[in-house]
Nanobody
Framework: VQLQAFGGGLVQVGGSLRLSCQAS????????MGWFRQAPGKERDFVAA????????YYADSVKGRFTVSRDRAENTVYLQMNSLKPEDTAVYYC???????????????WGQGTLVTVSS
C-alpha cells in the first residue's frame, strides 16, 4: 500500500484547507482510511476516519462540525476538508490505512508521509 498526502500549508485563523491522500491497494470494503495529526512535542492524535466501503465517517470531538472526511473511490483518494481553522489545529497531518476502525495509531498499518498545516493568528 502506498499513501501520499497533499494539501498542507499556511492559513489564517478561520480559513480553510483541503488535504488529499491518494492511496493504492484499497480493495476491501472493510478498509478504513484515517487522518491523524501530531503537533510539536505531542502525541499523534486521531482526527477523522472513513470506511472505504460504506463511507461511514467518524470524527474527533475537537473537529466535529468543522472538518469533513470524504472519499472518491474511482480516484482512490481520501479528502479532509478543514474549515474554521484554529491555531490549535496546527500540526503535521497524516493519512493512514487500517483493516478496521480504530482511534489510535496502532490500529493502522500503513501510513503516508505527513503534510504540515500551520494556522496563524
Amino acid at each position: 500500500v502506498q499513501l501520499q498526502a497533499f494539501g498542507g500549508g499556511l492559513v489564517q485563523v478561520g480559513g480553510s484547507l483541503r488535504l488529499s491522500c491518494q492511496a493504492s491497494g484499497l480493495t476491501f470494503s472493510s478498509h478504513v482510511m484515517g487522518w491523524f495529526r501530531q503537533a510539536p512535542g505531542k502525541e499523534r492524535d486521531f482526527v477523522a476516519a472513513i470506511r472505504w466501503g460504506r463511507g461511514s465517517v467518524y470524527y474527533a470531538d475537537s473537529v466535529k462540525g468543522r472538518f469533513t472526511v470524504s472519499r472518491d473511490r474511482a480516484e482512490n483518494t481520501v479528502y479532509l476538508q478543514m474549515n474554521s481553522l484554529k491555531p490549535e489545529d496546527t500540526a503535521v497531518y497524516y493519512c493512514a490505512r487500517g483493516n478496521s476502525l480504530g482511534y489510535v495509531p496502532a490500529d493502522y498499518n500503513s501510513w503516508g508521509q505527513g503534510t504540515l498545516v500551520t494556522v496563524s493568528s
